[in-house]
């Protein structure tokens, strides 16, 4: 099981980026959780965007309204659309998955992207 993010780069405030998450190695006959999970310099991870079993997605706060979680089946992958950046957004960005457990919270995740970076600029 593998996961591969792109997309991360550097914008100024008010930009929006597109981060990619492609999946491969999972197993057909399973269904996974899925979610963004970022972590910003001197910060603890904080889980902000998840797709439930049902394809649902759930959001923290912080991106509520601005960030939007979706997957493409077809080409294996889940995205996170980030639109009106700000500097508090400034991290670097994992995709997860879970088989059994889902959420927000980075420690029900078991399987781990290595990240891209995010900047933002005032």
């Known amino acids: 099981e593998q996961l591969v993010e792109s997309g991360g780069g550097s914008v100024q405030a008010g930009g929006s980026l597109r981060l990619s998450c492609h999946a491969s190695?999972?197993?057909?006959?399973?269904?996974?959780?899925w979610g963004w999970i970022r972590q910003g310099p001197g910060n603890e991870r904080e889980g902000v965007a998840a797709?439930?079993?049902?394809?649902?997605?759930g959001y923290a706060d912080s991106v509520k309204g601005r960030f939007t979680i979706s997957q493409d089946n077809a080409k294996n992958t889940m995205y996170l659309q980030m639109n009106s950046l700000n500097t508090a957004d400034r991290a670097k960005y994992y995709c997860?998955?879970?088989?059994?457990?889902?959420?927000?919270?980075?420690?029900?995740?078991?399987?781990w992207g290595q990240g891209t970076q995010v900047t933002v600029s005032s």
């Open positions: 190695g999972f197993r057909t006959d399973r269904r996974y959780c």
């Open positions: 797709l439930d079993l049902d394809g649902s997605a």
């Open positions: 997860a998955a879970s088989y059994g457990a889902c959420g927000l919270g980075d420690h029900v995740y078991t399987i």
